[in-house]
């Protein structure tokens, strides 16, 4: 993952499915590559697709509340982020989730959304997949919680 340009922040989120059980995560870094705020959660049984929206929109309600404004946003689900920049038709099951993440990337000076492959979002996915883990130990696999390093 590299990191953003100059002045910028950078957002990549993904969600993880196995087993009917749903992890979401995101981590958003500085222009250094520097991580500022990661996260992720279990949200109990979803799609990817929607599992994918999920975690845009709570990154991006955590890049609005810290305001920052001037944001790239790197996700592997293709048409998700085509559903966001016009290229796609939106499924109905992402709509209201699709409505909330335009909704907050207006409050961004500038925010482009761009696809990346699978293989690019790879520490992100391996981070998801040990937090499942670690939670399911600690908590069961029916409690969501945040996980925010410092």
Known sequence: MEP???GSVKLNFDGFVRNGSTAIGFTIRDDRGNPMISA???IGDASVLVAEATTLRDGLHIVCLNHLKNVIVDGDSKLLV????GKAEVPWRIKTLVSDILTL???CHSIVFRHIF???NFLLINLLVMATRILHLLYGSTVSHFCVPS
């Open 105 to 107: 990337a207006q409050q």
């Open 40 to 42: 992720c959660k279990q």
């Open 118 to 120: 699978r293989e690019a």
């Open 82 to 85: 085509d559903s966001l920049t």
């Open 4 to 6: 953003p340009d100059q």
